[in-house]
């Protein structure tokens, strides 16, 4: 049996997992895993297991900053503000565009044009396995949280709204 062929956006991301020493397989599903809730009834895993990439923009700097979070938390900006030492503001479409080199709904964790300051949502690592997006909004791959913090060199810390 012949696997299908991924999408060359997922390709790019399964390229950059393996340059990185990671042997994760991106998965692509039939069924859209463009937001959090959709991946985990793809998956069938629940929804504070999918770590959904946001990204947003420093204010003064205009560098991308990444909040990987758990798909059942909503990211508070002024924590990330304190966190990062510079106020943010919501990412444009656009933005997300040119910074990542992917389009919202399959943002991946990692191999990112411009690589951002990232953030990792503690909650992730309440869970053993987690899954993140692979480059389109049907691809993801599964991995464990701590390998999350290891493969961005991203901060661990308290991202999300009371
Ligand atoms: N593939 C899924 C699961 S990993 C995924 O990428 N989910 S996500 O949550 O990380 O990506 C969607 C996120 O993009 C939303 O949570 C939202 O924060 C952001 N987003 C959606 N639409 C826009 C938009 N028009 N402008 C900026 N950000 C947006």
């Known amino acids: 049996m012949t696997a299908n062929p991924l999408k060359a956006s997922a390709r790019r991301v399964q390229t950059a997992l393996a340059a990185l020493g990671f042997g994760f397989e991106v998965r692509e599903f039939p069924d859209s895993t463009r937001t959090s809730a959709e991946a985990a009834a793809a998956i069938g895993c629940a929804v504070g297991q999918i770590a959904k990439s946001l990204v947003f923009r420093a204010r003064q700097s205009g560098r991308p900053v990444l909040v990987i979070a758990s798909g059942a938390n909503r ?63 049907n691809a993801v791959f599964r991995l464990a949280p701590g390998e999350l913090a290891e493969m961005t060199g991203g901060r661990t810390a308290d991202v999300k709204t009371d």
């Open 75 to 137: 990211v508070d900006e002024k924590k990330v503000g304190r966190l990062i030492g510079e106020k943010i503001g919501r990412a444009d479409a656009d933005f997300v565009r040119d910074k990542t080199g992917f389009a919202i709904g399959g943002v991946p964790p990692v191999g990112h044009a411009e690589p951002p300051v990232t953030l990792i949502d503690r909650d992730l690592l309440d869970f053993e396995e987690i899954w993140a997006a692979a480059g389109t909004p």
